[in-house]
C-alpha cells in the first residue's frame, strides 16, 4: 500500500512537472529573438490560453514580454528605480497619491501605449497605476479589480 502511495505522488509529480514545461511555438521564440536580441536566462510560461511570457533579463535589468501564439508581439514590462521616473511622472505621484507607499516601478508597453506601472499601498488599499511619460494616469486598479479580472478570465477558461 505504502509502495502505491509512493508511486502516485511521483506520479502526480511528473505530470505536473511535464504541464509545467513550457515550449511555445518556434515562431513566438523567433520573434522573441528579433526583438529581444542579447537576452539572458529566458523562462516561458503561459500567461492566458494564446498567450506567451517570457521573463529574462537585458541590458542587466529584469524584464518581461508577452506574445500571442502567431508571434505578435503585445507587451513589454522592465523593472525601472524610482531615480529613472521621468519628474511629470514622480509628480504625479506626488500629487494624485500622497500618503501611498510605491514599492515596484517598472516600465510597460504595448501597441497603444507607452507608460510607467506602478504598484501603490496605504494602510487599506492597493492599486496599480499607469501614467503615461507626461505624468497623466491612464490606468487605475484596485488590487480587488485586479481579482475580479483574474477570475474572470479563469472562468472562461474553465469553461472551454
Known amino acids: 500500500m505504502k509502495n502505491f502511495v509512493v508511486l502516485t505522488v511521483a506520479l502526480c509529480l511528473i505530470s505536473f512537472s511535464a ?3 513550457k515550449n511555445p511555438p518556434e ?3 523567433k520573434e522573441f529573438s528579433q526583438k529581444f536580441a542579447g537576452a539572458k ?3 516561458w510560461v503561459t500567461e492566458k490560453e494564446n498567450e506567451w511570457e ?3 533579463k537585458l541590458n542587466g535589468k529584469e ?3 508577452c506574445f500571442d501564439n502567431a508571434g505578435k508581439w503585445l507587451e513589454t514590462e522592465a523593472e525601472v528605480s524610482a531615480k529613472e521616473l521621468p519628474v511629470a511622472v514622480a509628480n504625479t505621484l506626488k500629487n494624485e497619491f500622497s500618503g501611498f507607499k510605491t514599492d515596484e516601478f517598472s516600465t510597460i508597453e504595448n501597441p497603444e501605449m507607452n507608460g510607467f506601472e506602478i504598484a501603490l499601498k496605504n494602510k487599506e488599499t492597493e492599486l496599480t497605476v499607469i501614467i503615461g511619460a507626461d505624468g ?3 490606468k487605475k486598479e484596485s488590487a480587488e479589480e485586479n ?3 483574474s477570475n474572470n478570465e479563469k472562468d472562461e477558461k474553465d469553461e472551454k
Open 27 to 29: 515562431n513566438v521564440k
Open 136 to 138: 497623466t494616469v491612464l
Open 63 to 65: 524584464m518581461s514580454a
Open 19 to 21: 504541464c509545467s514545461q
Open 147 to 149: 481579482k475580479k479580472e
Open 54 to 56: 517570457a521573463e529574462f
Open 41 to 43: 536566462s529566458i523562462k
